[in-house]
């Protein structure tokens, strides 16, 4: 019995290793070709690069435009994320600590729009964004990345909530506070696993998508680095090195954000699937 569990415990680790090694070599792979040369690039692929340099990193952002469209998704996607949390935070904790008709039904249609495919929407916004005045500025594209996310959001808001006890609400409530000191000073900071694991999910959603950044902008100052990547695919289609360069700048945030909070990522996974 030891031994079949011994195996079964080994069977695990090498298919869990596997899993890992799958999912991670093709962000490695970009990495280390980003240092590369291109003849390093085409003679062996899969070796080191012969040196360390951020030359190539240096001149993508002295010889084309990408500071500004880093500086186009950090605002679209840092902005949106920020906005939407609070807005989608007071929503999860209604629906998370109060009984009223109607709950369970606004919480499946917050829900539902996960079902709902993203580019059906595609004439609504992009009519609203036209009469708003919008078309072809950055901040339209903002407007838009606000609703992105809530269903998910709203889940994950929803469990961390639930997971703060209804005893400190009402020693709150007792205490003297009112429902925003109850919301802002007792929940939020008891539910920060949820709302940086929904807040990390919706930052990296914004700031990788692609398909309303193109529909919405034109003019190559309010360009987001995904529609730069488009361009550039096919200016560096002979330069592998400046490609790799400009895919590496575009990956690494969401590499370094899930490495810095992954332990509450974690935690809120696990709350979301016992409590969602």
């Keep these: 019995m030891k031994l079949k569990k011994g195996l079964t415990r080994t069977f695990l680790y090498v298919v869990e290793a596997f899993v890992i090694i799958i999912s991670a070599f093709p962000i490695l792979w970009v990495i280390m070709s980003a240092f590369k040369t291109n003849g390093e690039i085409l003679s062996d692929p899969l070796a080191l690069p012969s040196s360390i340099s951020f030359d190539t990193f240096a001149h993508l952002f002295e010889t084309y435009n990408f500071p500004v469209y880093f500086l186009n998704s950090l605002l679209a996607a840092g902005v949106s994320t920020v906005v939407s949390l609070l807005f989608y935070s007071m929503g999860a904790y209604v629906i998370a600590k109060f009984q009223f008709p109607g709950r369970r039904l606004l919480y499946v249609l917050f829900t539902i729009t996960l079902l709902v495919p993203s580019h059906s929407k595609t004439q ?5 964004i036209m009469y708003m005045g919008l078309y072809d500025n950055i901040w339209g594209v903002t ?8 269903a998910m959001s709203i889940f994950i808001l929803k469990a961390g909530f639930m997971a703060v006890p209804k005893t400190l609400d009402e020693a709150a409530i007792v205490d003297g506070a009112g429902f925003v000191r109850v919301f802002w000073r007792i929940n939020l900071p008891l539910a ?7 807040g990390i999910l919706m930052f990296l959603n914004n ?4 398909y309303f950044a193109s529909l919405l902008t034109v003019s190559d100052s309010q360009r987001t680095l ?10 560096f289609s002979y330069n592998y090195t400046q490609l790799f360069s400009a895919l590496a700048v575009v990956i690494l ?16 996974v696990a709350t979301a ?3 969602g």
């Design 192 to 198: 920060k696993n949820a709302l940086t694991t929904a």
């Design 253 to 268: 945030p969401g590499i370094i954000l899930y490495a810095l909070a992954q332990e509450k990522v974690q935690a809120s």
């Design 207 to 210: 700031w990788n998508e692609y």
């Design 226 to 235: 995904p529609i730069a990547l488009a361009f550039f695919t096919s200016e």
């Design 273 to 275: 699937g016992i409590k």
């Design 124 to 128: 609504p916004i992009f009519s609203l």
């Design 143 to 150: 407007f838009v990345y606000l609703s992105m996310g809530m």
